[in-house]
């Protein structure tokens, strides 16, 4: 995420997006072909081990690649001014939520074709299936261009004044991080409490079949969340539903675990509600609070920073449920909910103490503002941008009229 939100900026979306497709494709393809010497299983787990971390460079690359320019786009020709936000989401946090339920539904039809007597089969297919997707995506990038945004704004040709960057935008930066930090160390260890869910509906049937099945259910619930969310964010964030389901759940959860269907559909309201506000939102304000010039690190780093509180998250809540009273208690299964919603509060807080409102054609007129201020600072900015003589005057005049906007907002 750091690494090519640097070279998104510097060397091109496109470059960044295709490098991150092509990642994925190789390396879920010799994932999916781990093998050790000697057919040993040590050096095939090992082997398994270094292409799955190889994978997750270039689906990390995702991010600040896939994700900015996404949300330069959403700023295009041809979208509606009340549904630039709605698109980015759609194309974003909802992709990567149905992501999570053909993670689980894949593996699931293969084991339905093979049958517990050729697993092999069924998990060396389940990774090399990732192979698909990429290149279908390699492919279509090809023929893609450099966002407008990016052709007018980059800092490709000149030097990056990163002091002035960080006086000018380290309060919304910080607010951000700290906002996808909560929004990770909240999500990911909540993922856990989906084998209690699927223990009592099964009454603990431990078979492959009954797991994944489960969690393709458990795995739906965040789809409506993120798509619901989808056609309100250009209109209100939803950044404290999560917290008051979750307030709900933590009074009443001894009553809902005696009822398991309520605790399934609360919990299921429950993480959908986090889907609808601080998923789609987080990455929303990363995508489109800072300037075009450096919008892949501003973006790599809020995100890498989320994966911090995601890792601690789920090393921490084990020692906090003991904390409680255990996973054998009524207080040691509630504390979560009740520590997981008070952070839903604060991350509301933080966002709207330290990150300004989003505009339609923001980005643009953030653009048009930083550059403002660089000149104001003596920066040069001559040698901004890498347009074409064909995008020189389209590009130009829109930039004229964002920027008659910006200086009349300000007088």
């Known amino acids: 995420m750091l690494t090519f939100g640097y070279l998104s900026d510097k060397l091109g979306r496109k470059f960044g997006m295709m490098s991150a497709t092509g990642i994925v494709a190789v390396f879920s393809g010799l994932a999916a072909a781990s093998s050790g010497a000697h057919h040993s299983l040590q050096g095939m787990l090992n082997m398994l081990s270094a292409c799955r971390f190889l994978l997750g460079i270039g689906i990390g690359a995702e991010y600040p690649c896939g994700s900015v320019a996404a949300s330069e786009q959403s ?16 194309s974003t946090n909802s992709m990567l939520d149905c992501g999570f339920v053909m993670s689980n539904f894949a593996p699931l039809v293969l084991l339905w074709i093979f049958g517990n007597d050729h697993l092999r089969a069924v998990w060396r297919l389940s990774l090399g299936l990732g192979v698909v ?66 223990d009592n509906i099964t009454h603990n049937d431990d078979s492959l079949i009954a797991v994944l099945g489960w969690n393709v259910v458990i795995s739906l619930f965040y ?5 619901i969310g989808a056609f309100i964010v250009d ?39 986090g889907e609808l506000g601080p998923g789609n939102c987080v990455a929303l304000f990363a995508a489109k609070t800072g300037p075009t010039a450096v919008r892949g ?22 020692p906090m449920i003991e904390a409680f009273g255990g996973p054998t208690t009524a207080r040691g299964n509630t504390g979560p909910f009740w ?7 604060l991350n509301a807080i933080v966002v709207f103490s330290t990150v300004k409102p989003l505009d339609h054609d923001g980005m643009l007129k953030e653009d048009a503002a930083f550059r403002q201020y660089l000149e104001q600072n003596g920066y040069d900015t001559s040698q901004m941008g890498i347009l074409s003589d064909s995008d020189t005057e389209s590009v130009e005049s829109a930039a004229a009229v964002i920027r008659e906007e910006v200086l009349d907002e300000k007088e």
């Not at 001014?81 to 980015?88: E, I, T």
């Not at 607010?175 to 260890?189: E, K, N, Q």
């Not at 939803?238 to 399934?264: E, K, P």
């Not at 520590?339 to 509060?345: D, E, I, K, N, T």
């Open 297 to 318: 690190q501003f973006y790599g780093l809020a995100a890498a920073i989320g994966k911090v509180g995601a890792f601690v998250g789920t090393w921490a809540f084990p």
């Open 235 to 273: 209109y209100i964030s939803g950044l404290l539903a999560q917290a008051v389901i979750g307030f709900i759940m933590s009074g009443l959860y001894t009553h809902l675990t005696n009822h398991i269907a309520a605790f399934t559909v609360v919990y299921g309201i429950f993480l959908s509600l």
């Open 223 to 227: 789809v409506p969340g993120t798509v």
């Open 133 to 198: 997707p990429a290149l279908v995506v390699f492919i279509w990038r090809l023929k893609m261009d450099e966002p407008l945004h990016y052709k007018l704004n980059s800092m490709t040709r000149s030097k990056v004044p990163y002091w002035l960057i960080i006086k000018r935008y380290w309060v919304p930066l910080s607010g951000i991080s700290l906002s996808w930090f909560l929004y990770d160390f909240i999500v990911y260890p909540f993922k856990l409490y989906a084998s209690t869910v699927v």
């Open 339 to 345: 520590v997981a919603s008070g952070l839903a509060v």
């Open 75 to 90: 700023e295009g020709e041809g979208i509606s001014k009340n549904a630039q936000h709605r698109w980015f989401v759609l």
